[in-house]
């Protein structure tokens, strides 16, 4: 071919070519992508949206912001809301022990509440409530179990069961749930099995130190013994009763689907009714809430009201809440956003995830509780804790392992 016709080829080929791919290679095209232009974008025909690093940290931003928002307001509501219960809770029962009644009640009032606007329908009289997605008779077991473990794990307070004490017992629940659900005629692990049988020579080491420091320093330690030993009894019934409702719950739904906004609503606001029985005395403790010490808004808010008009000052003044009064609302409030941030965590992350941060959490519990509160425990309590958190992870580690186990056989069997 000659010069001249090879010219003439190369000038064709150049005026077939768009401008804009002329020469060297694009922006897009050595960072080895191209943008693509969206479709009504508001640019006008034939604009190249560039993928500079602005563009990049942009995307990632938006991509990653809900995420970490999401992330902080659940270990806001789990850390914020359970440990500040913890805090509420034992300003109640430090003083007024046999007030376990009346705390549960008010937690299942506030929360009832709060969940009561997700579920109402106004074409649907007498109860303006929509349609439920489990069968009402289904919930009706799981109430009544959920009313008896939370009359139960409160209740026990009256009967020298201290808060700290109560939150190792109580994170010894790996134990009855092993039981219960070998009964159920579920399976487990030899390594399940261990971190069982630690767990609990954990809470037993824990138990008894405590025990034997309250018999020393109580003048009349039969009595106060036998005391609480009555409470750790009614501690593992109410462990008993909530491994079976966990049980419960977790066939429920595997069957209808995880409607736990629906088995929040439910538990709470068809369980207020069982309260009838024990009127009596919640009008009791309620009396006795009501005559302790007030606190005056004035005193409360501080320098804040020298801001504030005289005439209003003065009203705040006279303005007296019981303080325990006081405390007995942020225990219920603080109950619903600890339940909410565990139901969010749990929709959005593995059983081993939830397990952990909520052992980490009875754990930053506990120490507040020592801190806040002056509770001095024995060593032998401290190293049953210790024993009880350890064991509780690797529990929840074995059986986050051997599920994916199961599912990488399903996985291959399909």
């Known amino acids: 071919m000659s010069d001249l016709q090879t010219g003439r080829r190369r000038r064709s080929l150049d005026l077939a070519t768009p401008k804009h791919l002329n020469g060297s290679q694009s922006h897009e095209e050595i960072n080895g992508a191209r943008s693509v232009q969206k479709p009504n974008s508001g640019t006008s025909d034939g604009a190249q949206s560039v993928s500079g690093p602005k563009d990049i940290a942009g995307a990632v931003m938006h991509a990653t912001v809900p995420v970490w928002l999401q992330l902080s307001v659940m270990i806001a509501l789990i850390f914020g809301g ?15 022990p046999d007030s376990g009644l009346i705390i ?13 606007p997700k579920h109402f329908s106004r074409n649907r009289p007498p109860f303006f409530l929509k349609p439920n997605a489990v069968p009402i008779g289904r ?24 808060v700290p004490v109560h939150i190792i017992l109580r994170s010894g629940g790996s134990v009855t749930t092993m ?38 320093a109580s003048t009349t330690s039969t009595s106060s013994t036998a005391s609480f030993l009555t409470g750790l009894l009614i501690l593992f019934v109410a462990q008993v009763l909530s ?15 995880s409607h736990w906004q629906e088995n929040l609503f439910y538990s709470h606001c068809l369980g207020l009714p069982l309260f009838l029985p024990f009127l009596p005395s919640i009008t009791t403790q309620f009396s006795t809430l009501s005559n302790s010490p007030p606190l005056t808004l004035s005193s409360t808010l501080g320098t804040y009201t020298t801001s504030i008009p005289t005439t209003t000052q003065k009203l705040l003044s006279r303005l007296r809440i019981p303080n325990k009064i006081l405390l007995l609302l942020a225990n ?16 959005k992350s593995s059983a081993l995830t939830v397990t952990i941060v909520l052992n980490i959490r009875k754990l930053a519990s506990l120490l507040l509780s020592i801190w806040l509160f002056g509770n001095r425990l024995a060593p032998g309590v401290l190293v049953g804790a210790a024993i009880v958190f350890g ?24």
């Open 82 to 96: 359970c440990c500040s219960n913890v805090f509420a809770l034992e300003g109640i029962v430090k003083e007024y």
């Open 179 to 216: 039981l219960v659900g070998w009964l159920w005629g579920k399976r487990y692990s030899r390594m399940q099995a261990i971190s069982v049988a630690l767990l609990t020579i954990g809470v037993v080491v824990a138990a008894m130190s405590d025990a034997k420091a309250k018999g020393k």
């Open 332 to 347: 219920s409030v603080t109950q619903y956003a600890c339940i909410r941030g565990v139901n969010l965590l749990g929709a």
């Open 139 to 162: 919930w009706m077991i799981n109430i009544v179990l959920f009313f008896a473990v939370n009359v139960l794990n409160n209740y026990a307070f009256g009967y020298k069961i201290s």
């Open 104 to 116: 549960t009640l008010s937690q299942f009032i506030l929360t009832a509440l709060s969940s009561w």
């Open 391 to 414: 064991s509780g992870a690797l529990y929840a580690w074995e059986g986050q392992r051997m599920g994916q186990k199961s599912r990488r056989k399903k996985k291959k069997s399909v």
């Open 243 to 257: 491994a079976i409702m966990g049980l419960y719950i977790q066939s429920t739904y595997a069957k209808y689907g």
